[in-house]
């Protein structure tokens, strides 16, 4: 048996993976590879974000009764890095090297920070609070 925490940690490495691969593009300036990781890492994390906003929050919501708490900060970060990955893709448009490696360094130190309270903070407590393997199910069913 898998818990929210260990499954959404697999998820957030996975993500970080193919973050990388795409930093490696922008150092190399390598513009073919670099749209293909972004869009793959960009089609990875909206599907993370998918997976928290519509099965995992209400879940921990519905179950603590706490809707101003650590989801609340959770989507409005969510919120932040959309603005950055909208950044990002502008900046691939106009071929922007620099303003990709910049913004993409922000949404790393982002990311990171983010990803680091769900897994000390709001995963352990949803592992205790809602039922595990349900959550987990449902958020499978996620496409
Ligand atoms: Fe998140
Ligand atoms: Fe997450």
Redesign the pocket.
């Known amino acids: 048996m898998t818990d929210i925490s260990t499954f959404m940690t697999t998820d957030h490495k996975s993500c970080d993976n193919t973050f990388v691969e795409f930093e490696n593009a922008i150092a190399a300036e390598n513009w073919s590879e670099l749209t293909v990781s972004w869009k793959l890492f960009s089609k990875q994390l909206a599907h ?2 998918k997976m ?1 906003e519509t099965v995992l929050f209400p879940e921990f919501e519905s179950a603590t009764g706490m809707t101003q708490g650590p989801t609340a900060v ?1 989507r409005a ?2 919120e932040q890095m959309r603005g950055l990955i909208t950044e990002i893709e502008t900046a691939i448009e106009d071929k922007d090297a620099d303003q990709c490696q910049g913004v993409a360094d922000t949404l790393m130190i982002m990311i990171q920070q ?1 990803n680091m309270k ?1 897994e000390q903070m709001l995963y352990p407590m949803a592992d205790q609070h809602v039922d595990s393997n349900q959550v987990i199910a449902s958020m499978k069913s996620i496409l």
Request: no cysteine; charged share 40%; glycine share 0%.
């Open positions: 993370h974000f928290e959770m970060e969510h983010h769900e």
